[in-house]
T-cell receptor, first 114, second 111 residues
């Protein structure tokens, strides 16, 4: 049973460019959440998708957008990249209606903006 | 913004010793979870404790939760060099879907 998979593993982009990160949830999960983790910090919630809609959003600008596909996979898009967007981006999957169960995380995408 | 703080920020112990990490949070929660992270990679779930539970065990892990003090502790007994990692607490707040993480404790276990 595959867990949460993210691609790519590493990415280097130039300031001002746009980036798309991808996530496939754990089999049987229907909800995908995205987190940003700056170096030395804990992950910060970006947003969550369920039934192809954004259900909740953290304190991130509109440059951060996402999408969920019918197969529950998800993309995170970041426009007009800033140096401060350099971070590890983590995807987590879970099953809706099960608030007291764990979320499963992928290995992350390390984004470096130069 | 971070939900709360882990304490200590860093901890260095010898193999075989116990490691205790503390976590504080600010809001009402459904549950509190502890995760481990090796070298800035993905998070591995360790244990979940519900808001109506006070203590939970899993192998060498013991977690306590005090909702009146809005705090939790993670105890790792008989630590091993392989336990070297960063440990994060995360809360699932009442009425919210997101996990809110603390800033983490970096644990170093010396062989």
């Amino acid at each position: 049973d595959a867990g949460v998979t993210q691609s790519p593993t590493h990415l280097i982009k130039t300031r001002g460019q746009q980036v798309t990160l991808r996530c496939s949830p754990k089999s049987g999960h229907d909800t995908v959440s995205w987190y940003q983790q700056a170096l030395g910090q804990g992950p910060q919630f970006i947003f969550q998708y369920y039934e192809e809609e954004e259900r909740q959003r953290g304190n991130f600008p509109d440059r951060f957008s996402g999408h969920q596909f019918p197969n529950y996979s998800s993309e995170l898009n970041v426009n007009a990249l800033l140096l401060g967007d350099s971070a590890l981006y983590l995807c987590a999957s879970s099953l809706v209606g099960t608030p007291n169960t764990e979320a499963f995380f992928g290995q992350g995408t390390r984004l470096t903006v130069v | 913004s971070q939900q709360g703080e882990e304490d200590p920020q860093a901890l260095s112990i010898q193999e075989g010793e116990n490691a205790t990490m503390n976590c504080s949070y600010k809001t009402s929660i459904n549950n509190l979870q502890w995760y481990r992270q090796n070298s800035g990679r993905g998070l591995v779930h360790l244990i979940l404790i519900r808001s109506n539970e006070r203590e939970k065990h899993s192998g060498r892990l013991r977690v306590t939760l005090d909702t009146s003090k809005k705090s939790s502790s993670l105890l790792i007994t008989a630590s091993r060099a392989a336990d070297t990692a960063s440990y994060f607490c995360a809360t699932a707040d009442t009425g919210r879907r997101a996990l809110t993480f603390g800033s983490g404790t970096r644990l170093q276990v010396q062989p």
